[in-house]
T-cell receptor
């Protein structure tokens, strides 16, 4: 089944403790992206990647890092999480930069205390 | 900069009644427009999209949307709502760099 898999689904952590949210897609998509969803704000793009080793900032990149060493994986790294990063995170992929046919993962609900 | 406005935070309709969710966008060129649905605890599912051509777009689950350039709108409609349609709905516009710019969402409640 074609899908985007995120792990974990739920995570509670403490301020300052580094964490990684994994994202993997099995559709050979070039383009991958991370969004965060907050009430009243919709989804905002954090980072995106147009292909292996090519990443760029979205609208809200502060406090986050990403890497794209393999085409299928696009982990989101929070080096020193803070409470304002408590949010619902979505990974998404699409076939190419010109293709807006996103497939979204099921989301990761992160709570930073 | 591109932006999307969904004026209604919450909408409640009776089961079997018609539905219209509003969406207004700001974009300089011909927009790529989308509607997504998010059921509780789930990811986003694409309902329909508009790239060009016929301004009335049919989607899944009986939804349709109409692109009106003069009003910068892309409203979502369904003639008869089912209880399973209760969810949050997001309108989005495709921006440069393959980014989707989302509205704040509209929560649909369906009363029986």
């Amino acid at each position: 089944e074609a899908q985007v898999t995120q792990n974990p689904r739920y995570l509670i952590t403490v301020t300052g403790k580094k964490l990684t949210v994994t994202c993997s897609q099995n559709m050979n998509h070039e383009y991958m992206s991370w969004y965060r969803q907050d009430p009243g704000l919709g989804l905002r793009q954090i980072y995106y990647s147009m292909n292996v080793e090519v990443t760029d900032k979205g609208d809200v990149p502060e406090g986050y890092k990403v890497s794209r060493k393999e085409k299928r994986n696009f982990p989101l790294i929070l080096e020193s999480p803070s409470p304002n990063q408590t949010s619902l995170y979505f990974c998404a992929s699409s076939l190419s930069r010109q293709n807006y046919g996103y497939t979204f993962g099921s989301g990761t609900r992160l709570t930073v205390v | 900069a591109q932006s999307v406005t969904q004026p209604d935070i919450h909408i409640t309709v009776s089961e079997g009644a018609s539905l219209e969710l509003r969406c207004n966008y700001s974009y300089g060129a011909t927009p790529y427009l989308f509607w997504y649905v998010q059921s509780p605890g789930q990811g986003l599912q694409l309902l329909l999209k508009y790239f060009s051509g016929d301004t009335l777009v049919q989607g899944i689950k009986g939804f349709e949307a109409e692109f009106k350039r003069s009003q910068s709108s892309f409203n979502l409609r369904k003639p008869s709502v089912h209880w399973s349609d209760a969810a949050e709905y997001f309108c989005a516009v495709g921006a440069s760099g393959n980014k989707l710019v989302f509205g704040a969402g509209t929560i649909l409640r369906v009363k029986s």
